[in-house]
């Protein structure tokens, strides 16, 4: 080992003692209140797993979630906007923590994908041929769809965190404020309350992190992008017929749509666009698309429900500081797929975090900053992958447009 070598482990280890001391000031004590901003994936579960852990090491904390949205109403205003497919490896990771998704949740088991092209379509099966990847609605189904008796995802989570003891606060939280070192939720109508920990799971379709901005919190917002869902309600029998019990990916070449995919859930099916400030010019391409007009004929199906969400492109590097820690999409999560996976992932590590090392931005960094760096390393990968595919596409000498201006994928591979 070289001298600077050692100078630099001694400084790492110098580094390690400070932080060590800064994180045992900060602790969570017995008796301790936790407030949770949101309660979609990411917050029920943070508060799951900060409960169950501190039950662990005989500790009391009281956790107050603050989530103005009622999961039981139909239509956007109960929904977190989505196109609620729940991996099949989440759905095992989930049974394995004790969380079993009940049969009620699950609008459809889904068996496998089929990836729609424009030179033919593949079905890829789950692995064991068992309907295990399931399809929910995050809130009480689509705005027409009151008479189907759907059960929402986002509340099953809720009520669970509920079960385990924390406590719902039906406010919107408007700002943070500092008092004595300790974070005040400041609601809308002024009120203040102080906590000894914040979690901040406010997703990317709230300006919560924004709104903090020059209040002596430092965190940054994601980068982000608009996406579409609708929600069709074809003929009945139609879903099944066209559909089965199958997830269809479109990969289109069509400029701005990433994917797309219509996702059967019973009676309904959920068309979700994700790329780049999706639009309704790229959504009329989309839906009038000869490979999606065989597969399932949605332009003739009236849309019952719609909404045009962000969703998280790009996340942030140091979601938490002293006695806060954002988790889920409001800090960072996987690109373009199992937002619900990265909720759960950063929920679960931010919660151990704060119960067995501590509550201080070291602490957070040392601990919980390895899971955000494992993600955002994943979504470097698929940065790459998505600029090499534009410089070859930029690169390729220039053909002569089809009438319809799509080129098909065999001439990009070509
Ligand atoms: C088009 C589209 C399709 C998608 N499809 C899938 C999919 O199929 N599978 C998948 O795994 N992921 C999917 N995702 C991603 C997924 O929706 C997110 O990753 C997931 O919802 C993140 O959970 P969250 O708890 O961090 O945030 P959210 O689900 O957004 O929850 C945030 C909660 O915070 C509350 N809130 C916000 N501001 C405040 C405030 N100031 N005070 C109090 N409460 C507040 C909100 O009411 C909300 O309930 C999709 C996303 C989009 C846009």
Redesign the pocket.
Known sequence: MGLGTLGSAASDLVADAADRSDSEDLELHDGAHVAV???????SLFSYFLSTSAHTVGLSVDVDI????SFSRSGPGGC????????ES?VQILAAEGIALPQHVVRRAIESYVVHMDVGSVRIASPVDERRIAAVY?GNGPREGGDVGVESF?GFLLEMAVEHGARVIR????GIDWDGGLPRLREADGTTTPYDLVCI??????N?VRLLEGSGVELEAPETTR???CEFRPESGDVARRLGDAMHVFLLDIPRLEFAAP?PKGEFVTM???GSDVDQELVHEFLTAPEVRRCQPTDQVPCVCACS????VRGVRRPYADRLVV????GV?RLY???????YRTAKSAATTAVYQGISEQAFRRTYGPTVKAISFDNTIGHRARMTRGRDDACAPARPARPDRRRTTADRLR
């Not at 901003?37 to 917050?43: C, K, S, Y």
């Open positions: 901003i949101g309660g979609g994936p990411a917050g603050f989530e103005p949205r977190n906007h989505c196109g609620g497919i729940i991996s989440l995050r986002d406010k919107l939280v408007v799971a406010t997703g990317v379709n709230s919560f996406t579409y869902i996702i979700c666009l994700l969400p962000l969703i998280n988790v889920g999409d409001g999560t797929k199992d937002g619900i996976g990265a909720a």
